[in-house]
């Protein structure tokens, strides 16, 4: 399941050119019974108490609300960290639109921490930049009044502009409210000279931004689950949602009213100036020249091909499927053993990580009163004669988990206000991607069906394969080239399940050939939208190991001019990483020995952390036998 190994190892650096808090090793591994894998560990290392603290007298206090999907606050959170960190202001805990107010939300948890660690987050950045949980009350006041500028920021801008527009409203007014909304606020390439800041994006998103202990939890249950047969599992993630099949133009690969709902919402994307294109297009042109997602039955087909068995196990991520289950049943006719979250944890686990909530039976729908009997009543009771019938009843309005339902049901194009229990739903989604994040990043392998949301920007696949580069540069992350797919399948459209050995043998010469290439595609065209979706070289650096000089000369020079070019790393690291990690490895191979491949090195974002001198040790060992967690995952 592993890639060639490399004896010049990534090592990950988080913040200046200092002592770097990361450090990634590489090396091949012979595993008992055969498997033969590259292994990377992460660990954090108490080595950045040389950073400069941030200091005492800031400009003031930056206010942020953040508003998206769960990819998109991700990605907005790293950002306003480097903006905070570049105005040299105090960020206050940002605000998640999608948790906050009255919105049937549990009260138990505030905005931030409906998501993420708040004291841990707080705490791995105190050497970066100030983070308070609440603005001053003097200043809450005026803002409450709104007293202070507020900033509808744009999406990927530049530094210039905090510099520039920014600044002098925060030193005049000390504080200043930002409005995040397009998933990013600060452009992912940033200047040479800027390259600090690069490295503190990294450490923010994924070392401080930690899910709380409840969701961290159950995702490490269901890994158990996943991983209890003691054989590796691989995530997918298809990434096909209403907006981002409007925006890309692929309604056609749908029918009947899947693609007139397809079609009405790109006409409201256009309406709104979010897509500067016609109307109508030819989706099987998009679909050849890659634009649209890959279906559910088509990376079936390629994985078929590449040579997974049909009991392999697969964990579908993304609840938000458009078409439902009804697309998926090729997918499950070719692999029996494909779950998501739902099939590996009870209802009553998935209820409790959302905290107590109210019961919510009055917002259900009321019956409509269209009997016969009522119309009859109403008629004997209504006035002198001659008079018509009373008007029926008025149609009630559906809750409904689609977008724009309301377009097709009530004729009409302004969207009804939503119902608490649809307010929750949303904040609950949060939750839901979370958990498939958290474990597409651990998986064996991960394929995406596709890289980009509904405005053209990577989407969670996206940066899932960004966290498994930083992570483990090595591991099995498919990147398949869409153009190249689509022409393969045009190939053999007329018997695609019956692909003759030639045909498969170039499924997966592509898809073992674009696990490497597909690095050089996301450096050009994802990192200029998201610097999460490809974290390196900025914060790596190479390394030379007792491993590396027991190689020859010449060969060890090789793999090293070979890792610079894959990966543009040309930082060296310091001298104090060159340390024996033999007892890691013999660690993993008793692990996988085991049946267990859950490395306890990979889990360092999630249990445990070293910041500031003190030890936040929550690891856990993963039980084979959980019977308790083996019937919960049954019910």
Known sequence: MGGPGRAGALCLLSSHSLPPCSVLWEEPISIPGGRSSVVLGAEISDRCSSRTAPTSEANGYI???IQGGFHEIRNSICDVVAVSRLLNATLVIPVLQPTTGNKGVSSDFKSFTYLYNEDQFIVALA???SVVKALPKNIK???????????????????????????????QYVVVELKVAEGGCLQAILPPQLEEYQRLRCRVAFHALLFRQEVQDLGMKMLRRLRVSGRPFLAYDAGMTLDTLAYHGCAEL???IHTELIQRRRWWMIKHKLIRDKLSVDSMKRRLNGSCPLMPEEVGILLRAFGYSSDTIIYVSGGGLFGGQRIMIPFHGMFENAIDRTSISTVEELSSIYGHEESLLSDLPQQPLNKEEGLLEAWKTSGPRPRPLPPPPERPKYQSTGNDWWRWIANTNEKPEMTIMELRTNAHKLIWEAIDYFISVE?????????????????LASMVMGHRLYLYAASKTFRPNREVVAKLFEETRSHLYEGNQTWRLLVREHLNRTALDGLNEASMNLKPLSFLSHPIPECSCLRQDRFEAASDGAAGSSKRLESRGLFGVTYSCPAWMETDISTVFEKEADTEEAGVFLSEQSFQWKNSQEIGGTEINGR?????EDEEDLEGGEG
């Open 127 to 129: 050497k970066d930049i």
């Open 443 to 459: 998986a064996d392998a991960f394929f995406p069906g596709f890289d980009q949301d509904g405005k053209g920007h990577p989407n």
């Open 620 to 624: 856990e060992d993963a039980q084979l």
């Open 141 to 171: 006041a005026a803002k409450r009044r709104k007293e202070i500028p507020s900033f509808k920021v744009p999406y990927s801008a530049s530094p210039d502009y905090y510099l520039e527009v920014v600044l002098p409203a925060l030193k």
């Open 63 to 65: 206010f942020v609300k």
């Open 254 to 256: 749908f029918q009947d």
